[in-house]
């Protein structure tokens, strides 16, 4: 609830949506994300990818899971912002280093590219009207 309190007191822009749109947005996020994601896992497990087109995805996962925490835990905008710079990185690099592999992986998570594009403009400019 603090975190929350702490959330509603920052300067937004006029582009940022109200807190209920988050939940049901990365519910269906999550669950493409879940797919797609584990498709990957099961192309490295089966020895059809090298490791170093997992490792885009592991690491979007680690910063996607990292936001929260930091975002809302430790209350810090700048760090939320280089993460979620990191967030919407590794997912491009992700999504074309697969492409060659599983073009439908792309495909799949165009809403999450879309949307963490979206969240990566939110988040900056929300770190930057409350400098």
Do not use: C, H
Request: aromatic content about 22%; proline content about 6%.
């Amino acid at each position: 609830m603090q975190a929350y309190n702490w959330y509603s007191t920052l300067i937004k822009p006029s582009f940022a949506p109200p807190a209920w749109v988050f939940g049901p947005v990365w519910t269906v996020l999550y669950i493409l994300i879940a797919i797609s994601f584990s498709y990957v896992f099961y192309l490295y497990i089966k020895g059809r990818i090298s490791f170093w087109i997992l490792l885009p995805f592991i690491l979007n996962l680690v910063f996607n899971f990292a936001f929260t925490p930091v975002q809302f835990g430790l209350q810090n905008n700048l760090l939320a912002s280089i993460d979620v710079v990191a967030v919407i990185g590794t997912l491009l690099y992700a999504l074309y280093a697969i492409y060659p592999y599983a073009a439908w992986v792309v495909y799949a998570n165009i809403p999450y590219l879309l949307w963490g594009a979206f969240a990566t403009v939110l988040q900056l400019t929300i770190t930057y009207l409350n400098m």
